[in-house]
């Protein structure tokens, strides 16, 4: 997967005409993300979240490449968030809590319309160690793919040309497309069913 995700940023800055502009940034900021549910089938443990969506942060470098009337901004996020759940065993309860930590690379392309910047993109996401496992069964972690993609889209304005400020939803294409697609011989996992809202903060250099 990283060789793949360097291939394509390759590519994109042999892409890049001596004409274009580009700006480095680093970015913080707080993302709302749906928990992860669990369907069991053996009927040996329940597994119950205790909300329905929870906050974690985010903090990373971007590259903003300008190419006429679009630019091009790969990024490079770390991101964690945390859920807590009764997980029910032999009718004891306890809570527990699943911390998730990944590095995000959205591939975006936008576009200013007056103030305000529109982009959207693919996005990999890449599990960074193994979330920890709400029950004792061999295969329950098998249930994250150490890498997937997903997309990510939103708006943003920047502020004295330094400021950014963004608001974005990171959405599953798993549900559309299943599994996995295969693109020029190369097959990428798709990410299933959480959603997320960003919110972030940046400085361009």
Do not use: C
Request: glycine share 10%.
């Amino acid at each position: 997967m990283m060789k793949k995700l360097f291939a394509i940023g390759l590519v994109i800055l042999m892409a890049v005409p001596a004409f274009s502009q580009i700006k480095f940034g680093i970015k913080a900021g707080a993302e709302t993300t749906t928990v992860p549910t669990y369907k069991l089938g053996n009927g040996d443990a329940t597994i119950e979240a205790l909300k329905d969506a929870s906050w974690g942060y985010h903090a990373g470098i971007f590259l903003r490449i300008k190419l006429g009337p679009v630019y091009l901004q790969p990024e490079a996020v770390f991101a964690s968030t945390s859920f807590d759940y009764n997980v029910t065993t032999s009718s004891v309860t306890d809570l527990k809590t699943q911390k998730f930590n990944r590095l995000s690379i959205p591939l975006l392309v936008g576009f200013k319309l007056g103030p305000v910047r529109l982009n959207a993109g693919p996005a990999a996401s890449i599990m960074i160690g193994s979330p920890s496992a709400l029950i004792n069964d061999p295969n329950f972690t098998d249930m994250y793919k150490s890498a997937v993609w997903g997309y990510q889209a939103g708006l943003g304005i920047d502020l004295l040309k330094k400021l950014t400020l963004d608001v974005r939803y990171a959405g599953s294409l798993g549900d559309v497309l299943g599994d996995a697609v295969t693109i020029g011989g190369q097959t990428f996992n798709l990410d299933y069913g959480q959603s997320s809202f960003l919110l972030s903060v940046g400085w361009m250099f």
